[in-house]
């Protein structure tokens, strides 16, 4: 009795994410409230992988200005994206005609330790062209004792100092790995305002976020962001290239969860506007059109064969792996 009541109220709350979405009439795009910070987001989100990898700055640039003027105003990045180009190129768009005051700016600390924290926001603030962060997340928490180390190294201490000091306005945390990582990130005696994680149909039964850390989220109000919606670690997306399901299709999925925003990856304006056109016209699938593509799945889905980044060192970043006494 008790499982179903929990399981109930679950649904309640993921319901109630949705049902809030807000309409694109106003900003562009629909958006929806990021958990506690009462932000509200565009339901898509710019990667900032992607955008780096764009060969011609000035085209990644009229990518970015085009985003922002679709409405599409939620921007990610890490410093470790292309060696700090990722943000560089964003800091550069965002510092012209004034586009930084309508965006909501996130980017990511990959150390644990509280002067490597420091440092690493100070510099992602200086190739970001910006004095301050709408959202600061500690990036990769793909080891066990990641969680500990923010905690026990002094990384927190840094963040809090920050939010203090106006250099940053919310505190979250990233993961592709293990469920239980960040189940335990969420145990820990401070109230995230982000989690961010793998995204799509094929976790539904293979390490599942969606069902392990989703409905905890939703319980004490932390804003989810998806990522990996085509199961990225394919040129791409494994989704596309071996599953062939349409982005149209992969995007929907995630969009009818309870996710603040998905994160997607545009390298091309043709990419944005399918984006765009896809946000725009979103509609929550029934619980019928998901089972539906989840049993088309569910053959490849179980063994995580196309999510290799929840099972295999490979897709650890270079500096995390350092960290961890890892060859690289």
């Not at 990582?181 to 995204?199: F, S, V």
């Not at 850390?213 to 990996?228: E, Q, T």
Request: aromatic letters at 8%; one cysteine or more.
């Amino acid at each position: 009795m008790r499982k179903a009541t929990k399981a109930a109220s679950a649904a309640a709350l993921a319901e109630q994410v949705i049902a809030q979405t807000l309409p694109a009439s106003k900003t562009g795009l629909p958006t929806r409230t990021l958990g506690r910070t009462g932000q509200q987001v565009s339901i898509i989100c710019l990667g900032g992988w992607h955008i780096g990898s764009v060969k011609d700055d000035k085209e990644a640039i009229r990518i970015m200005h085009a985003a922002i003027g679709e409405g599409l105003t939620f921007f990610d990045n890490a410093w470790d994206y292309h060696d700090g180009h990722s943000e560089e190129i964003m800091g550069t768009a965002l510092k012209q005609d004034n586009h930084r005051s309508k965006v909501f700016l996130m980017t990511k600390n990959c150390e644990r330790d509280y002067a490597g924290s420091m440092k690493s926001l100070e510099d992602s603030l200086r190739r970001l062209k910006t004095d301050h962060l709408d959202l600061s997340q500690f990036h990769e928490m793909v080891y066990h004792n990641d969680p500990d180390w923010v905690f026990e190294k002094g990384g927190l201490k840094a963040a809090l100092e920050a939010r203090k000091q106006g250099k940053v306005r919310f505190i979250g945390f990233t993961g592709h790995k293990d469920p239980l990582i960040h189940l335990k990130m969420l145990g820990k005696p401070h109230a995230w305002d982000t989690a961010q994680m793998p995204i799509n149909v094929l976790d539904a039964t293979y390490r599942s976020f969606q069902n392990e850390v989703v409905p905890v989220c939703l319980k004490k109000n932390v804003g989810v962001i998806g990522m990996k919606g085509l199961a990225g670690g394919a040129t791409q997306g494994a989704l596309l290239e071996f599953v062939k399901l349409t982005a149209a299709e992969c995007y929907r999925y995630c969009l009818s969860l309870p996710v603040a925003t998905q994160v997607v990856g545009i390298t091309s304006m043709a990419q944005l506007k399918e984006d765009i056109g896809l946000a725009r016209n979103f509609k929550p699938m029934s619980q019928a059109e998901k089972d539906a593509l989840l049993a088309k799945v569910k053959d490849v889905a179980g063994d995580g064969r196309y999510e290799l980044f929840k099972s295999s060192k490979t897709y650890d970043g270079p500096h995390h792996r350092r960290q961890h006494g890892f060859d690289v």
